[in-house]
């Protein structure tokens, strides 16, 4: 940035002149009371800025009051305006960004505070056509000084923000890296950061581990995945979410009474949100883990529900399945192959013909083989029921009715399923 940016008035000569040092001179006499009432202004217009304690008014009082007094003894002076006129700056911008100030918002205090300097501007000029030309001689050279200051601090502003948001994203991976290993860090910063997401040895959580299905996708596209993902969660604490290579890895406190279920539910709904929004992603859910020493095996059992979640995306859960849909899940191409030949083309029949007899089986089988409980289920007749059954029996060659050949159609759907 150069060391010179606010072209000095032309204050000409004669009554021009000596009306514009009149001006300068009440400002630097009044610029205390006049950077009270530009507090006051930004107190109303700037909804960050409202409902502050008085320190916070007195640290942006002394920073409104140092802008006008740096412009003002330039401009007197006759001198242009340097970095090194606006040094405060810098301090005040990093205390904003901090803060959690949006940026915004704080670029907007340093129009509201040039927009009542103006309106002092005016007052002391008065009444008469020297003070008129006085005072139009200070606007361009306040406006180049607004936005010459403002640049600087905007500049100072991200410095601080993209510094602080390196040190956390630091922070949180080397947290990450740790629990997938099953630690949890003693003392320090990391131990902080553990708390802040819930974190405790002895906490019950799930660790989350999710792609972006499409590789040609936006690059940003795990970053935003992590993002949403983070916003999953069943307590006031943030889940931890990074980015690992092209992996989204998260850690989920559940809390002593919360529910994985709901938890999978959501994310669900979130992913379901991201297709719509072109962002398809794979999800696998772990068991819950109880403790940072179990974290281990459930970023192992995530890994393996993601495998399962498909080519096309979505969610696969392991705290919704039972024992024997996650072997289904994780059967091999032996177990596929071992399936009877007959009971293959029965399913891909069925499948052309929209599941129907798979759904009455499995009706029948939750049922307890109960005929009429499962017509129930299936909401037909009775009759109807026991004809599909028949038809089972006829094109896959088992009789539902015996355990044994309802337990093979059983496998088989699953295995069908799985693949």
Do not use: K
């Not at 499948?351 to 939750?366: E, M, N, Q, S, Y």
């Amino acid at each position: 940035m150069g060391t010179s940016a606010v072209v000095q008035p032309d204050v000409g000569a004669g009554p021009v002149r000596a009306q514009t040092l009149r001006i300068l001179g009440e400002l630097i006499e009044r610029h205390h009371e006049i950077a009270t009432r530009a507090v006051q202004a930004m107190r109303a217009d700037i909804p960050s800025y409202r409902d502050r304690d008085e320190r916070f008014y007195d640290d942006v009082s002394d920073q409104v009051a140092r802008h006008y007094r740096a412009q003002l003894s330039a401009f007197i002076a006759d001198r242009p305006v340097t970095v090194e006129d606006i040094s405060f700056v810098r301090c005040a911008a990093s205390r904003r960004a901090r803060a959690g100030f949006p940026l915004a918002e704080y670029m907007n205090a340093f129009r509201v505070g040039e927009q009542v300097f103006w309106a002092a501007v005016v007052e002391c000029a008065g009444d008469g056509a020297d003070a008129h030309d006085a005072a139009l001689a200070l606007a361009l050279p306040l406006m180049r000084y607004c936005d010459f200051a403002s640049t600087h601090a905007a500049q100072a502003y991200v410095e601080f923000q993209q510094y602080v948001v390196a040190d956390a994203e630091r922070e949180r991976r080397d947290l990450l890296e740790l629990l997938l290993a099953g630690e949890l860090p003693s003392r320090g910063p990391l131990l902080s950061a553990a708390r802040a997401h819930g974190i405790a040895r002895d906490a019950r959580m799930m660790v989350v581990a999710a792609v972006v299905v499409e590789p040609r996708q936006d690059a940003d596209a795990p970053h935003v995945g992590s993002a949403v993902i983070a916003s999953t969660s069943l307590r006031e604490s943030r889940p931890l979410v990074m980015v690992r290579q092209a992996e989204i890895v998260g850690v989920v406190a559940l809390g002593v009474d919360g529910d994985a279920t709901e938890l999978c539910d959501r994310i669900d709904a979130l992913q379901a949100r991201l297709c719509q929004e072109g962002i398809a992603l794979a999800i696998g859910v772990s068991t819950v883990a109880a403790g940072v020493a179990e974290l281990p095996r459930a970023y192992r059992e995530a890994r393996a529900a993601l495998e399962a979640a498909g080519e096309s995306g979505g969610v696969a859960a392991l705290a919704r399945l039972t024992a024997f849909e996650y072997l289904a899940l994780r059967a091999d191409d032996t177990a596929r192959r071992l399936v009877d030949p007959r009971l293959r083309e029965f399913l891909d029949d069925d499948r052309a013909r929209g599941h129907v007899l798979t759904t009455t089986i499995r009706a029948f089988a939750a049922a307890d083989l109960n005929l009429r409980a499962a017509a129930e289920r299936l909401q037909v007749h009775p009759n109807t029921a026991q004809y599909r059954l028949r038809r089972i029996e006829e094109r896959s060659g088992r009789n539902p009715r015996r355990l044994a050949d309802l337990l093979d159609l059983i496998v088989a759907i699953a295995l069908d399923d799985a693949a």
